[in-house]
């Protein structure tokens, strides 16, 4: 019924930009707040940034100023913009909803629904 899929990851050098995207598909109803983590080998997801339906965006101190988060509510998408990259931004990266979707007459609701994730790598 719902599919959540990143997508923007890539290998690059310090000081360099991605553009990460997150589409929700399916029989989505409305989603609230939408979010990105990110995980590095042998630790637990770190939340980066987040962002409510209205546009409302939040940070984790390590990326303030240097990362956006956005959404386009049309298209059930999230962005995360990353500019002058650090290494330590190295990981992979995950889209995280909180989302209602519709599943024949029933409306459900789906709290931290991931993605698959989508790997940076940031070289010095």
């Known amino acids: 019924q719902v599919q959540l899929v990143e997508s923007g990851g890539g290998m690059v050098q310090a000081g360099g930009s991605l553009r990460l995207s997150c589409t929700a598909s399916?029989?989505?109803?409305?989603?609230?707040?939408m979010a990105w983590y990110r995980q590095t080998p042998g630790k637990e997801r770190e939340l980066v940034a987040t962002i409510t339906s209205g546009g409302v965006a939040n940070y984790t101190d390590s990326v303030k100023g240097r990362f956006t988060i956005s959404r386009d509510n049309t298209k059930n998408t999230a962005y995360l913009q990353m500019n002058n990259l650090k290494p330590e931004d190295t990981g992979v990266y995950y889209c995280?909803?909180?989302?209602?979707?519709?599943?024949?007459?029933?409306?459900?609701?789906?709290?931290?629904?991931w993605g698959q994730g989508t790997q940076v790598t940031v070289s010095s």
């Open positions: 995280d909803a909180d989302l209602q979707y519709i599943d024949g007459d029933q409306l459900h609701s789906l709290t931290h629904y």
């Open positions: 399916g029989n989505i109803f409305s989603i609230n707040y």
